[in-house]
């Protein structure tokens, strides 16, 4: 629990442990808690604490704050520690007259295997198969919540959360059966001395099992990875599918709820409807308690009193469905809690001043629009494994090309002709797509398949009428509060439709409307050529190589052939074993491993689709029984492959589906292991634990110019913490993945480093890759010479991936918003 200053460019850092073992020599750092808590007192206007879960939202930051007194945003101490606590917030909503969903608390060794036994008998629970939720009191983002049948199963399960030191009070709850889970975000729009809470659209959350195999043995909870990874097992609908009437009810209650709890400026409260009746909620007992309606019963669980801030976020979600931008929202919960200090009334006017600003500078703009702005088209999806990781890509992309008041930025979903639910029956060679222009809120989703059926959706008139009514209503309640404040510059995000065209029709709009695209499409028509065919033909300027470059990349074999004339330069490949996937699909398992083993001279096989990236389908094959287990997956065409269902441990491995049409085996390269220790029990910080036997590591470097003169960022040594290959998490998921950016002059010296620049530059040039690229190689660090693994000519552009981290290692700093404008202009220079 110590506090450091850090710099913003460690921001955009994938974890702390990209950063934290080096935090003693280049951050600053405070003695004690209470002497960061000084310092900010002495210089600051206010804090904002987007600490989630412990210290975060228990009340620890806030009791700190208030001691020093520091302003903050967000809910004061003491009603911060009531709410976050799952079983104190469940009391308290039931004597606040709210009805409850039963539970049990489980304290540190204090289980009483017997109450908990009766407890299953009050609610009509069998104790030998009963279904239960088994969570922590107070933890935050769906961890350590895992499903339980039976009193025995409970016990454990509680006792295994507990010696894990999540919690040390854990409760269990009913498994609401049949019910569907929803969350809303509630401001609070009032004076400093009135609440007045209003929510916003709430978002119906629809889990479901996938439709293969591979999953029968998952229970269906929205989980920590299902709520920040891109995911087809959750779809999200915001307003939801309930009858206006629950819908109100939700409203009415989370407002009540937020007052009564004595909640601040604004939170994320969750829920559920359930349609049914339900045993285990006696209904004469609960009939005089609010959340009874003729259609089911709403309950509100959980209180996130700071709520998730990532890009697609529901904060983000719910507050543009009803016209705030990211920032202005931002801004709206900032300035109401400014409003709750007298002391920062001097700031509130220079607040005031800007947001007159604001609002003439949209006036001006409104008259000038389309008339001097370059017009900037960024596209992103496909139908490729890749996809998700492409719509945060683009999503990241146009969020940042926002802020430049020359650019008029479209963000387009690509899409299969006939939707994403026949794409797999499709032929996958046939450029017959269709383009959405996206309205601000649609993109704001966390699959291709939710963005594509929202679009869909805004064109079904019965949707469109109970969406704009809604997004009316709450508008009216908050239009006129807000307007009091002399702070709020309006709403910003206009409700518009979205529009469709064929891909062809698409590249003719963008052509006249003169404009340049910048293509986040990974894998696909995205890389393979085709795209940028298309659009050099109708002569529209694009980002990223261009047809010849993007079709040998693509294809990982003809890369290597590309370059393996390049050794005199320290540029090596791998040798490759390409197969018809029909072929390694037949039965004849031991045959093809043996085969495998003697051609490419190892014991270990490196197996990965022929042409997709992402780590999609990469994994580590050490016998027979691995690669039967491999080619079963694809037979039966699982998303993924469990973790640690390979000989090897290992993460789950996303799937290709469907199958590529042929797989690549490499030897499997030994990498020197990398390890970040824990913090020592004496108080030594954390650092790197790295052997250097074999000298070798897995780097990525991304590559920028022009054609013939391309420039290697700083490389980044990529950190594996589960298994031998970097999982999609890893790569793209904030939160996971560890990146040293650049290598530490511990591991390779400033001359090997050079060295390996030098030979990616010159590996980049001979490709012929323009704009910029990803290169994924291994160097020895000791020679600076490199190993090529894959070229990505449109690589990952989410706010965590490592491109972002090298051009923030280059001297000067260059931030996310100017790099992507980089890649832009660029893309002007070819044209021209």
């Excluded at 904030?734 to 650049?742: F, S």
Aim: net charge negative; proline share 6%.
């Amino acid at each position: 629990m110590n506090a450091f200053a850090i710099s913003p460019a460690q921001l955009y850092s994938n974890t702390p442990s990209d950063f934290d073992f080096k935090l003693e020599s280049l951050a600053q750092g405070f003695r004690s808690l209470s002497d960061f808590a000084d310092h900010l007192s002495t210089n600051v206007d206010i804090a904002f604490p987007v600490i989630h879960g412990k210290f975060g939202e228990d009340g620890g930051i806030q009791a700190l704050l208030e001691k020093a007194n520091v302003p903050f945003v967000g809910t004061p101490s003491k009603e911060c520690q009531c709410a976050f606590d799952k079983h104190s917030a469940s009391l308290e909503l039931d004597i606040q007259g709210f009805l409850t969903v039963p539970n049990f608390l489980v304290e540190k060794d204090k289980l009483a295997k017997p109450e908990l036994e009766a407890w299953f008998q009050t609610i009509n629970l069998c104790k030998e198969n009963g279904k239960v939720i088994v969570k922590p009191t107070r933890a935050g983002s769906s961890i350590g919540v895992v499903v339980a049948y039976g009193v025995n199963d409970a016990a454990q399960k509680a006792e295994e959360i507990i010696s894990e030191g999540i919690d040390d009070r854990v409760i269990v709850e009913v498994f609401l059966e049949g019910g569907t889970e929803f969350t809303a975000i509630v401001v609070d729009v009032g004076t400093a001395n009135n609440s007045e809470p209003v929510v916003l659209l709430p978002t119906e959350i629809e889990l479901q099992r996938s439709i293969s195999s591979d999953d029968t043995t998952e229970d269906t909870i929205f989980n920590y990875r299902k709520k920040y990874l891109p995911t087809q097992q959750v779809v999200y609908h915001t307003p939801p599918r309930f009858p206006a009437e629950v819908i109100d009810c939700i409203r009415e209650g989370l407002s009540l709820l937020f007052r009564r709890l004595g909640l601040h400026d604004f939170a994320r409260i969750d829920g559920w409807f359930l349609p049914s009746p339900v045993t285990s909620l006696p209904s004469a007992e609960n009939s005089g308690k609010f959340g009874n309606t003729k259609y089911g019963i709403v309950l509100f669980t959980d209180i996130n009193l700071i709520s998730g801030m990532e890009q697609t976020s529901f904060l983000f979600q719910q507050a543009s469905a009803v016209g705030f931008s990211h920032s202005r929202i931002l801004r709206t919960v900032v300035q109401h809690a400014c409003s709750r200090f007298p002391s920062l009334v001097p700031c509130k006017n220079a607040w005031t001043t800007l947001s007159k600003k604001l609002r003439s500078s949209k006036q001006a703009e409104a008259i000038h629009k389309g008339t001097s702005r370059q017009k900037v088209f960024v596209i992103f999806g496909g139908d490729t494994s890749e996809r998700q990781v492409s719509l945060m890509s683009g999503t990241n992309v146009w969020l940042n090309l926002q802020g430049f008041d020359d650019l008029d930025v479209t963000p387009c979903l690509l899409a299969p002709a006939n939707g994403y639910f026949s794409s797999h029956d499709q032929d996958f060679n046939d450029i017959s797509r269709e383009v959405w222009t996206l309205p601000y809120p649609l993109v704001l989703r966390h699959t291709t398949e939710e963005v594509h059926a929202a679009c869909v959706e805004a064109t079904q008139p019965e949707r469109v009428e109970i969406t704009s009514r809604l997004r009316e209503q709450v508008m009216n309640e908050l239009g006129p509060p807000l307007s009091k404040h002399d702070w709020f510059a309006g709403f910003d995000i206009a409700y518009e439709q979205p529009t469709k065209y064929s891909l062809q029709q698409w590249i003719n709009h963008v052509k006249e409307a003169g404009a340049v695209v910048f293509i986040a499409v990974h894998g696909g028509i995205g890389e393979d050529g085709t795209i940028q065919t298309l659009l050099e033909s109708a002569g529209v300027p694009y980002t990223g190589p261009g047809p010849i470059a993007s079709r040998t990349c693509m294809d990982k074999v003809a890369t290597s052939l590309a370059v393996e004339h390049l050794t005199s330069y320290g540029v090596h490949t791998i040798p490759k074993d390409v197969r018809a996937t029909e072929e390694v699909l037949k039965p004849s398992i031991i045959d093809i491993w043996n085969e495998l083993k003697a051609k490419l001279r190892t014991e270990t096989v490196c197996v990965k689709p022929a042409c997709d990236g992402c780590s999609t389908g990469v994994a580590r094959l050490c016998c027979p029984k691995d690669l039967e287990v491999y080619t079963n997956a694809l037979r039966r065409k699982f998303q993924r492959l469990p973790a640690n269902c390979l000989s090897r441990a290992h993460g789950v491995i996303e799937m290709p589906v469907p199958p590529p049409e042929s797989l690549i085996f490499e030897p499997f390269i030994e990498t020197d292991e990398i390890i970040i220790s824990n913090k020592l029990e004496n108080g030594n910080a954390r650092h790197l634990v790295w052997k250097g036997e074999n000298g070798w590591l897995e780097i990525t470097v991304g590559v920028v110019g022009k054609h013939g003169e391309m420039h290697s960022l700083n490389p980044s040594i990529t950190v594996k913490e589960r298994g031998d290959i970097l999982s999609l998490e890893e790569k793209f998921q904030g939160g996971t993945g560890i990146n040293l950016t650049p290598p530490p002059a511990t591991i390779m010296s400033e001359e090997a480093l050079q060295r390996c620049k030098k030979s990616i530059e010159v590996m980049a040039n001979s490709l012929g890759l323009e704009g910029f690229s990803r290169i994924d190689a291994f160097v020895n660090v000791r020679s600076g010479e490199v190993l090529l693994i894959e070229v990505n000519t449109v690589p990952g552009m989410t706010p965590s991936t490592v491109l972002i981290h090298q051009a923030l290692a280059e001297e000067p700093p260059v931030y996310p918003h100017k790099f992507f404008r980089t890649l832009l202009d660029l893309a002007f220079e070819r044209a021209k």
